[in-house]
């Protein structure tokens, strides 16, 4: 009797102790299971060649959160990397101790979090990111232990959810920070000054994506070339006209061998391998400018003031006279394609180069008040007359383009011929008056 409740008992307790071991297992399982962490990023999108928490960006770091989403584990220590073509460059944890936060530029090391079940971590993150999106993903990654010190094998939380990555939108480009100016031909820099060679250099700068922000980074060349080109292929650009880009700009100093009215620059970026890869290597026009053969501005509104040019036949100089501003311009070309010679009629022969004469105030373009005078020299060796055979033909800003008169010995009206004659050495001289406020003249 006893043997046989024996075994009902045991026919009981098996079934019991079997569910017992069942359960544990089961409990165990889905302990380990429950080691899992969560991590989001903002913003999800970057710009191009932005750096984030620097520059105009200094207040916009990108964050990332990671949450301890386990029922009993405890989240204590994490190594964070961050995609390729994102280089971090300082990082804060709102939790734990962050001793060595950044390693090479990609591992975010986060100490002592001791995060208990649903609580968070944030890393406020500077990074700065490549010229383009040059790799075809840019998920974060994540090494999660629950020691603080992030030792011990057997202990990591899985991560859980969708993957943490960013996408990187536009390209990195280039702009004239500092525009080209009007200029004398070469040997004469072209600045950001009009007809100052001592101006502040013309500069191009590498913009982010968003044109926000200077990509200080960015290692490459720049390369300049005629872009508008009102010599018909004839002028060269000289002097330096290209450089390497330092703190995200390069200074440089053109020229251009002939005067001519609407150049521009163009300007090309080479990038260096890397994250500067991707930045647009579309050229970038600058404004229009023009080069003349002299300019030369009045020291002060007392003094007369000269500009001087020698052609192949003919040597000009312009005198502008007193009165108007410091600082007005006379400016003199010769042979500017991009200007058209006066027509008198007449079936006249032009036996000269053909003379544009400009006084300005030191803007360049309003008309100054200086009266002015030119003297037009044709060497001897072209001369094939008397001087009183030769006309001058005149453009004014407004009106026909008429053969000037000479001027009367009292109250002349001016544009007029002061004089015509030939010097000792048989050249021909013609010294021509006119009147301030007229812009530009052309003879």
């Known amino acids: 009797m006893f043997r046989a409740r024996a075994t009902r008992l045991h026919r009981i307790l098996v079934p019991f102790v079997s569910g017992a071991i069942l359960w544990s297992l089961i409990a165990t399982a889905a302990f380990a299971a429950d080691k899992t962490f969560s991590a989001t990023i903002s913003p999800a999108s970057l710009t191009a060649g932005a750096s984030y928490g620097e520059g105009a960006r200094a207040a916009n770091r990108i964050s990332l959160t990671i949450v301890n989403e386990s029922n009993q584990a405890r989240l204590g220590s994490a190594n964070v990397t961050?995609?390729?073509?994102?280089?971090?460059?300082?990082?804060?944890?709102?939790?734990?101790?962050?001793?060595?936060?950044?390693?090479?530029?990609?591992?975010?090391?986060?100490?002592?979090l001791d995060l208990g079940p649903g609580a968070s971590v944030t890393v406020s993150i500077s990074a700065r990111v490549e010229c383009a999106s040059n790799h075809a993903s840019y998920v974060w990654a994540f090494a999660v232990k629950q020691a603080n010190d992030f030792n011990g094998t057997g202990n990591d939380l899985a991560k859980v959810g969708a993957p943490t990555a960013n996408t990187v939108t536009g390209n990195c480009g280039i702009?004239?920070?500092?525009?080209?100016?009007?200029s004398e031909k070469d040997p004469t820099a072209i600045t950001n000054a009009i007809y100052n060679p001592g101006g502040d250099p013309v500069t191009v700068t590498v913009m982010d994506g968003a044109g926000?922000?200077?990509?200080?980074?960015?290692?490459?060349t720049v390369s300049l070339s005629i872009g508008d080109d009102p010599s018909s292929g004839v002028a060269v650009i000289g002097g330096t006209s290209s450089g390497s880009v330092s703190g995200g700009s390069v200074t440089l100093a053109p020229t251009i061998n002939k005067a001519a009215s609407g150049y521009s620059l163009l300007a090309t970026a080479s990038p260096a391998a890397g994250a500067s890869s991707g930045t647009s290597t579309t050229a970038v026009e600058s404004d229009n400018f023009n080069i003349?053969?002299?300019?030369?501005?009045?020291?002060?509104?007392?003094?007369?003031?000269?500009?001087?040019?020698?052609?192949?036949?003919t040597d000009v100089v312009v005198e502008a006279g007193t009165g108007g501003a410091a600082g007005d311009v006379v400016i003199l070309s010769l042979n500017d394609p991009s200007v058209s010679a006066p027509n008198c009629g007449g079936g006249y022969v032009v036996s000269s180069e053909l003379v544009v004469l400009n006084v300005t105030t030191s803007d360049g373009v309003t008309p100054s008040s200086r009266p002015k005078t030119a003297t037009l020299m044709m060497s001897a060796q072209f001369v094939t007359q008397s001087a009183s055979k030769y006309q001058v033909c005149y453009q004014g800003a407004t009106g026909p383009a008429q053969f000037l008169a000479a001027c009367a010995n009292k109250n002349p009206v001016l544009p007029c011929i002061v004089s015509k004659t030939l010097d000792k050495f048989k050249n021909l001289v013609i010294v021509v008056a006119a009147p301030g406020g007229d812009p530009k003249l052309i003879f």
């Open 82 to 112: 961050a995609p390729e073509g994102l280089t971090v460059t300082a990082s804060s944890s709102s939790v734990g101790t962050n001793p060595n936060p950044v390693v090479g530029g990609s591992v975010i090391q986060l100490r002592n």
């Open 175 to 182: 702009v004239f920070s500092k525009q080209p100016k009007a």
């Open 212 to 220: 926000l922000d200077t990509v200080v980074w960015w290692s490459g």
């Open 292 to 313: 003349v053969d002299d300019a030369n501005a009045c020291a002060s509104s007392t003094t007369k003031c000269q500009s001087h040019s020698q052609g192949p036949k």
